[in-house]
DNA sequence: CATGATGATTCCGT
DNA sequence: ACGGAATCATCATG
């Protein structure tokens, strides 16, 4: 069959008549059969080619054809399209010149190719386009995701997840050093290495896909610039629209990582709530913990109110947050005042501990908070009359030490610390009795 | 499982 | 914001 199978008219064709003061019959004939034989491509293009990118190259390649012809921007191409003979248009395909060399229809696109005014045509095709596709990118420029990609990568950034320069490939890295990142609320030792554990398996993950997200769209990038390169032989394609395409296909995969961001924002989120959640769920302080709290609050039993420096030096001391310091100097507090009775023992041990441990630091750290409280102070208003087993470890612990008796500092807490804040600047200078040696 | 110990939270006053 | 008091929730022990 040499006949062209599809008919002529096709549903897309050109709607305007031709451009010129006068249509003649004869330039919408050879518009008619311009379409007739791009037509002819299109069969041609789609036997012949693998895939429908072609396909739908040559079909672009019509719609700007009329296009241009419609425009009549080139009016050389109407000259020789006049001056050709209609029958040797649609029979060889010699459409660009008005010469009656017949083609055979494979070498219609060599010939095509070949021809002197190809370039020139080629390149006014180009500028057409880049007008067209300029004018239908200019509506749809992208705006706002920009504000919400920000937001979850400072988000990513406050919890450790990914850093401002450069990723940091070891997790353990990270976790390893004692700087906590962003705003983890608790170092409390246990429940924070599980959740520095399980954020840095959300950080690898993370990273991981990022990585595989951006190898992808490196790979894509580079097919489509290859294959929209080879096409740009057949069609019109400019640089700079192969340089859209690569923009519009790094913002497609940007908004698929703003999804695996926002996932991973979300994993963390519930990571850190459950973290807060087992905050409700206590554990005890380690032995060392409760040994330096207990030796503070009984060195000043005077006045158990450490300052923040004392605090800050307890909790690293014991391991623990400040406010824990502070949870635990409540309770002890509210406790020891409601049961002293009961914490007698303790109060010996302890008091006996910093006595031998550090002598010169119980003088200082219980006595030179209360000036009012001399060493008189057994005899203050709550002598510890109920509790003979704790006098009699008193009188062991005095023979061991100089100093005032316990007795006078459990009345004074009975008395009430209460009013008596702080009473002077000297007593912010205790943490150097309570850091020494408590332990060693 | 009952009970006490204990860390955390909440409410309230200062 | 801090501390006291009450309370909750969990741990530890027998």
Known sequence: MEDPQRPAPPPPAPRRPPPGP???????????????????????????????????????LRFLFSCWLSAGVCSHLQEAACSSPPPALSQS??????QQVTFSRPLRKHALNCHRMKPALFSVFCEIKEKTVLSIRGIQEEGPPDDQLMRLDNMLLAE??????????????????????????????????????????IRQIYHSELEKYEQACR??????????????????????????????????????????????????????????????????????????????????????????????????????????????FGNKRIRYKKNMGKFQEEATIYTAKTAVDSPKVRGLGSQASCPSMPSSSASGPFPLTSSGGALTALQTLASLRPAPGVGGLLSQARGGWRGKRRSTASLVGDPSSVTPDASN
């Not at 395909?93 to 008005?98: E, I, K, Y």
């Not at 070891?170 to 924070?192: F, K, Q, R, V």
Request: proline residues 4%.
């Open 219 to 328: 790979e894509f990038t580079t097919h489509v610039t290859n294959l929209l390169r080879e096409q740009s032989r057949i069609r019109p394609i400019s640089p700079k629209e192969i340089e859209r395409m690569v923009g519009v296909i790094h913002g497609k995969f940007s908004s698929i990582q703003m999804q695996l961001k926002q996932s991973t924002c979300e994993a963390v989120m519930t990571l850190r709530s459950r973290l807060l959640d087992a905050r409700r769920k206590r554990q005890n302080f380690s032995k060392q913990a409760t040994e330096v709290l207990n030796e503070y609050f009984y060195s000043h039993l005077s006045n158990p109110y450490p300052s923040e420096e004392a605090k800050e030096e307890l909790a690293r001391k014991g391991g623990i947050t400040v406010s824990q310091v502070s949870n635990w």
């Open 22 to 60: 006068s249509p003649d019959s004869h330039t919408s004939d050879v518009l008619q059969q311009i379409m007739a034989i791009t037509d002819q491509s299109l069969d041609e293009a789609q036997a012949r080619v693998v895939g429908r990118t072609q396909f739908l190259a040559v079909l672009e």
């Open 160 to 201: 450790g997840v990914c850093r401002p320069g450069k990723q940091g490939r070891g997790a353990a890295a990270a976790a390893a050093s004692t700087a906590t990142p962003g705003g983890c609320p608790n170092d409390n030792g246990l429940e924070h290495s599980d959740y520095r554990a399980k954020l840095s398996q």
């Open 93 to 98: 395909g010699s459409w660009l010149q008005g």
